[in-house]
């Protein structure tokens, strides 16, 4: 490599750099209490405990970490005694958080299936449960097909077309908003009566005939979407058959929806303002989904039978979703047990670092004009002894017509 590609390379690694850490990691953010905000887990201090932005660049930058991305109501461990790295933002050493929640997240796991992160190498989209904020594979509910490696998404030109585009997938994006996993769905009462409402949609098993000697405890079928779009006719129903005679029901509700002046407003009530209550009547193929999703049917493939009309309850909510909620006096304490369902949480985040763009020369002179003048007068003496001595070193090349390597510059410093 040349002398002119080693600094074309420096500025490329300058740029990453900046875009990948624009803010400011000065400030610790213990003494802010529990909050939203990015958390990692450092693996090499090896506790399941988790460190703001802030500290896994200035307290663990050479540890090896996991983004675990926002969670809600966390409060920094690196300044506590559960960690053995001392925290340089923070001095005073703190007793261990006794708010936090460490999921599976903080041993590195991700997903029902238990599997690790690994930024580099996972090729599949997660997404995050409003609830839980655990991550799930597009797979794990059953939005892709996992088993279909010889059915990729098409390609156009080399390039992998757009998640909207993609056939393998049985949702798209733009058809839901937000996730709330099976596990959340089963622990909230409150979203029973809700699934399969109108933006409110799940996927069900459909089976096509009896179970086949090779895979006993599938029966053959396909995944279908139960539940319609928010703004789709309520009269169009989904095919989806049950043959439980208890569990038949038109997965389309008769409640109307609420009307656009409900649902779009400045700013959601937190009081009980509806007199009658809006919420739709639960329905039983969706009430049978929810109870079958207690034995884990994506462990189908470990022995649990799964038939037709079960589900792993996960709902998936169009946009708006939390504008359609009813508030009447009966419904409204079981959402304010759960104030994420109602106002997206906040998100903090680090201020911007006014240096993020800075290169290496302005942030020399910058740190220079700082010094007292007799530090600054020999600092500026070392640079020219130092500039002398590359320029010698240097001309040696000029007046050979040597190209200067990479290892000609690392032999000389």
């Known amino acids: 490599s040349t002398i002119h590609v080693l600094l074309e390379r420096e500025a490329q690694l300058l740029q990453e750099a900046s875009e990948a850490l624009p803010h400011s990691f000065e400030k610790c953010t213990y003494l802010m209490g529990p909050i939203r905000q990015a958390v990692y887990w450092c693996k090499t201090c090896a506790e399941p405990r988790g460190i703001c932005s802030a500290c896994s660049i200035a307290c663990h930058g050479d540890h090896e970490q996991v983004e675990l991305f926002p969670k809600r109501g966390f409060t920094c461990d690196c300044p506590t005694s559960c960690l053995n790295t001392q925290c340089q933002l923070h001095r ?7 708010t936090n929640i460490y999921g599976q997240n903080f041993r590195g796991e991700f997903c029902r299936c238990g599997k690790a992160y690994n930024a580099e190498t996972e ?6 449960c409003v609830s839980c904020e655990d991550w799930f594979h597009e797979s794990c509910l059953h939005l892709r097909d996992s088993e279909s490696p010889g059915n990729p998404a098409p390609e156009t030109d080399g390039e992998e077309v757009d998640e909207e585009e993609d056939p393998n997938l049985l949702l798209k994006p733009s058809q839901y908003e937000s996730l709330i996993c099976g596990a959340c769905v089963r622990k909230h009462e409150l979203l029973h009566r809700w699934a399969g409402a109108p933006g409110v949609r799940m996927l069900i098993w459909k089976a096509s005939a009896a179970p086949e000697a090779s895979s006993p405890n599938l029966l053959p079928g396909k995944w279908e979407i139960g539940g319609s779009d928010a703004n789709e006719p309520q009269s169009e129903e989904v095919d989806v058959d049950i043959t439980s005679n208890e569990a038949e029901s038109s997965l389309v509700h008769p409640t109307p929806e609420l009307s656009t002046t409900d649902t779009v407003t400045l700013k959601r009530p937190r009081s009980p303002s509806p007199v009658t209550c809006t919420a739709p009547y639960a329905d039983a193929l969706f009430v049978k989904a929810i109870a079958s999703s207690s034995k884990g049917p994506y462990l189908a493939s470990r022995g649990i039978t799964l038939g037709d009309g079960d589900s792993d309850a996960d709902m998936f909510l169009s946009s708006g979703w939390r504008d359609r909620w009813c508030r009447c006096a009966d419904c409204l304490p079981s959402l304010e047990r759960c104030p994420y369902f109602m106002e997206e949480a906040e998100t903090y985040e680090p201020p911007e670092d006014p240096d ?3 290169s290496f020369e302005e942030l020399g002179m910058r740190a220079l004009e700082r010094l007292p003048r007799e530090r600054t007068l020999d600092g500026i003496r070392a640079y020219n002894t130092m500039r002398d001595d590359l320029m010698s070193y240097l ?13 000609d510059v690392k032999s000389y410093f």
Do not use: R
């Open 395 to 407: 001309k040696t090349f000029a007046d050979g017509g040597k190209i200067v390597s990479e290892n």
């Open 356 to 358: 993020a763009q800075a």
């Open 92 to 98: 005073t050493l703190e007793a261990p958080n006794t």
């Open 123 to 128: 090729e599949e989209t997660m997404i995050q």
